[in-house]
């Protein structure tokens, strides 16, 4: 099968300029684009790639959930994070949760290529950052696929009836979920883990979880 790799941005000029470095890096390969993540993973449908180049904001994923959410269902698929974040926590936490590169947009052509051919060659690149783990970034990772979309749920301000109505299941079983998610990221109620769920975000400052 021929080389592909998926480049999913929702900025058709920003996708462009990746596929000018993604074919420096991959000559042979083609490239598919996708404007979304429900896009991408059509893409991946088809067929694992080389490599997808992920935005972290596009209208169906905002923040580091959709990594998590890609690695956990395509856990040996090379995901190259591309971000306008300059945040060194962020490049922490992308590498923690299993990204293989963190490209910001601000990078030169040279640069992405770089980081690119690391990727190609399985290597990891990411810019300046201490490397240390987040205890509350392996907890939250630590969730299941459908705990994770009941804490977004919560992070929406949804009530248990709403959630159970959104997912179509029952009150009975939002509450278990509830119960053990509070367990694993070792809070008692929901503004905790509203706070603690924040690290996943990537446009603002989160709070540290010893003052929740």
Partial sequence: MAQRIIIADDHPLFRTALGHAVGKVWPEAAIVEASSAGEARTALGEGEPEALLLDLHMEDSNGLSVLMDMRQDFPALPIAIVSAS????????????????FIPKSSGLDEMRSALAAVRDGDRWFPDCDGSEDDDLAKIASLTPAQRRILGAIRQGLLN???????????????????????????????????LAAKLDVDQPVADSASV
């Fill in 161 to 195: 009836k709403q959630i159970a109505y959104e997912l179509d299941i029952s009150e009975a079983t939002v509450k278990a979920h509830i119960t053990a998610i509070f367990r694993k990221l070792g809070v008692n109620n929901r503004t905790q883990a509203v706070l």
């Fill in 86 to 101: 300059e945040e060194t926590r962020v490049f922490a936490a992308a590498s923690q949760l299993g990204a293989a590169a």
